[in-house]
């Protein structure tokens, strides 16, 4: 049971163009969510977070919008730049089993083309 | 500061021999979690320490799979008789809290 999905495993963005990646869940008690990056050969990097008590939240080039009624979140990255190519992994926590952690999404290798 | 460290960064051992995995936490946290990547696949969460105590390990298979935190010293997870479907990157994130996790470098386990 995959309670966080990334159903686009690949995106090829130009440039300077907008990167918009997507990420659903199930459960509704998640409470928090993470952006993670992740380069070969190292481990995940944490890029943004959010609330389930705010729909935005902004960095720099990143910002991370939740849409509770839909239980979708999504990751913009904008301007897009080469050093941005990476897998994008989405984190959802809440309580699982008892306890709370944090539930990944499957990735989503994101390509900019220069 | 230094990072999360883990060693080895790279693990050979053949079927049947025992693998230990080593996770050192920044400095004042305390919470430690373990997780797999297969590959083509994501993080799949195996279990969550605090110092001396298991938390859930709900995502470890019941056999052969063990974790610990010990009072002193770093995170140990360690994997008994290994099989070739034990190959992959094992990563540990460690936390002041629940709502942060900073990421090792990861272990590649192969099992030849």
């Known amino acids: 049971d995959q309670q966080v999905k990334q159903n686009s495993p690949s995106l090829s963005v130009q440039e300077g163009r907008i990167s918009i990646l997507n990420c659903d869940y199930t459960?509704?008690?998640?409470?928090?969510f993470l952006w993670y990056k992740k380069y070969p050969a190292e481990g995940p990097t944490f890029l943004i977070s959010?609330?389930?008590?705010?729909d935005k939240n902004e960095d720099g080039r990143f910002t991370v919008f939740l849409n509770k009624s839909a239980k979708h979140l999504s990751l913009h990255i904008v301007p897009s730049q080469p050093g941005d190519s990476a897998v994008y992994f989405c984190?959802?926590?809440?309580?699982?089993?008892?306890?709370?952690?944090?539930?990944f999404g499957t990735g989503t290798r994101l390509k900019v083309l220069a | 500061n230094a990072g999360v460290m883990q060693n080895p960064r790279h693990l050979v051992r053949r079927r049947g021999q025992e693998a230990r995995l080593r996770c050192s936490p920044m400095?004042?946290?305390?919470?430690v979690y373990w997780y797999r990547q297969l590959p083509e696949e994501g993080l799949k969460f195996m279990v969550y320490?605090?110092?001396?105590?298991?938390?859930?390990e709900s995502g470890m298979p019941k056999e052969r799979f063990s974790a610990e935190f010990p009072k002193e010293g770093p995170s140990i997870l360690r994997i008994q008789q290994v099989v070739r479907g034990d190959s992959a990157a094992y990563f540990c994130?460690?936390?002041?809290?629940?709502?942060?996790?900073?990421f090792g470098p990861g272990t590649r386990l192969t099992v030849t």
């Open positions: 959010i609330s389930s008590i705010k």
């Open positions: 984190a959802a926590k809440g309580v699982t089993s008892g306890t709370y952690k944090y539930i």
């Open positions: 459960n509704s008690m998640f409470d928090y």
């Open positions: 400095k004042g946290h305390s919470h």
């Open positions: 320490l605090q110092k001396e105590n298991i938390i859930d």
């Open positions: 994130a460690s936390g002041k809290g629940l709502n942060e996790q900073y």
